[in-house]
């Protein structure tokens, strides 16, 4: 979640296109920016092309990010547009990016640093970042105008999580707009940590591999800390070999490194997250390891590859070869969203388009909750409990329907709150 401040003075929370009618990009001063999430940053080298010229406001570790982030979708943009015009496959005379790897670079230099308190003075306007939990980096961000104030929560991350710390709590707003990501759901009461120990037993067991889809940017870096920890335990033998397959989730390891004290884990432990670890680089590379595991007799493995929700990225590799073979085991941590191929095959789907070719699925399925980065339901009731006092109004953004719904309920009836979910596209005035 991100906002824009525009001139006059005035809030303009945006979280897509439509949001943004009421405020033509060459008008707004500024945007601020909760975290480095392509859901949440990946616009906004967009919104540079409609004419904003403005600074971006983030933390220090959400830029370093967003370096990662932006230029890699940009790329991926790029190579698709091309790929649909050499293959025809475009429903437009010529396929575009939404941006370019040159407009990527160049919304990068907007961005701006913020005082180590997280406190800016933007003409008559106050802002504050607060530590969100969630991603390294991620703050909720309040911003007060004449007596007025307004918080947005960025994603909340959960209590317990395995790199990043509980989230702080911002101060106190006439208007709170909170995320729903989870709004409909709670989080299984499970041990991430022995819950992969035992699949891995299990798979190894049978001489299967294990393939994790994660998402690059913070998820792989869980995975990677229990993995660690399972060597360090003896659970996960070093003979083993575990392979990071995800140029992004490589240099976002890097920067979990470099950014360790917003960790909950020590600097040491940081540091050992890629101990023994085996980077994949290039694409033939990627194609080569993921048939040789599928091979009679292969060595067993553990490989995390990207995108988390198999939606694309090199992990279609190893689904392609894994999910028709029954001794490996797919497990999937964290938020699958509907629709996405993830989610179609954590449902129990037995058959899934991929490449244009459909694909037999035999191997084991698993669900890992204990990897999410997001609070629960019962977490962000947690979350605004604990404000200073409670706003006048609050708005449910940022979760599919059914769970902004749900979570309005839960607010509406526990708490007593004036709360509503705003229209796709609405301005509210306050």
């Not at 406001?57 to 370093?64: L, Q």
């Not at 190579?79 to 790897?101: C, F, M, W």
């Not at 605004?384 to 719904?405: K, S, T």
Request: glycine content about 8%.
């Amino acid at each position: 979640m991100s906002s824009a401040l525009s001139a006059p003075p005035a809030l303009v929370p945006h979280t897509s296109p439509a949001a943004r009618e009421g405020a033509p990009a060459q008008q707004l001063d500024a945007v601020l920016l909760s975290h480095a999430h392509l859901d949440h940053c990946g616009y906004l080298p967009a919104l540079r092309r409609q004419g904003f010229k403005g600074p971006i406001y983030a933390t220090s570790a959400t830029s370093d990010l967003c370096e990662v982030l932006l230029r890699d979708s940009a790329h991926l943009q790029e190579e698709d547009a091309r790929r649909a015009n050499r293959d025809g496959t475009s429903r437009h005379d010529k396929a575009q990016p939404l941006y370019s790897v040159r407009e990527a670079e160049a919304t990068l230099k907007q961005f701006a640093p913020l005082p180590r308190d997280g406190r800016l003075r933007l003409g008559q306007t106050d802002v504050r970042f607060t530590p969100a939990g969630h991603l390294l980096g991620a703050s909720s961000i309040h911003v007060s105008h004449s007596g007025r104030s307004l918080l947005f929560s960025g994603d909340v991350g959960r209590v317990g999580d395995l790199l990043m710390p509980t989230p702080q709590v911002p101060p106190a707003a006439d208007v709170v707009m909170i995320e729903s990501t989870y709004g409909n759901r709670l989080h299984a009461p499970e041990d991430a940590q022995a819950r992969l120990a035992q699949i891995l037993r299990n798979t190894l067991k049978r001489g299967g591999s294990v393939l994790l889809p994660s998402f690059a940017v913070g998820r792989a870096q869980a995975l990677l800390l229990v993995l660690q920890r399972l060597r360090n335990a003896g659970e996960l033998p070093l003979d083993v070999p575990i392979w990071l397959d995800s140029p992004m989730a490589e240099q976002a390891t890097e920067l979990t490194i470099k950014h360790a004290k917003l960790l909950r884990i020590s600097a040491s432990e940081a540091r050992s997250l890629t101990d023994r670890v085996h980077y994949v680089t290039k694409q033939a590379q990627s194609l080569k390891l993921a048939a040789s595991l599928a091979a009679p007799r292969a060595k067993p493995a553990v490989v995390i590859s990207a995108s988390g929700m198999a939606t694309g990225g090199r992990v279609l590799n190893y689904l392609e070869t894994l999910a028709p073979q029954p001794q490996h085991h797919i497990a999937f941590p964290g938020f699958q969203a509907g629709g996405t191929r993830g989610a179609r095959i954590v449902a129990g789907e037995r058959e899934v388009k991929i490449r244009g070719r459909w694909v037999p699925v035999n191997a084991e399925i698993s669900h890992l909750d204990g990897f999410s980065g997001h609070a629960d339901a019962d977490g962000l009731l947690q979350w605004l409990r604990a404000l200073p006092r409670p706003p006048e109004q609050v708005y449910v953004v940022h979760g599919e329907p059914a769970a902004a719904d749900a979570l309005r309920s839960r607010i509406q009836d526990e708490l007593g709150w004036a709360v509503r979910v705003p229209q796709h596209g609405e301005t509210v005035t306050w």
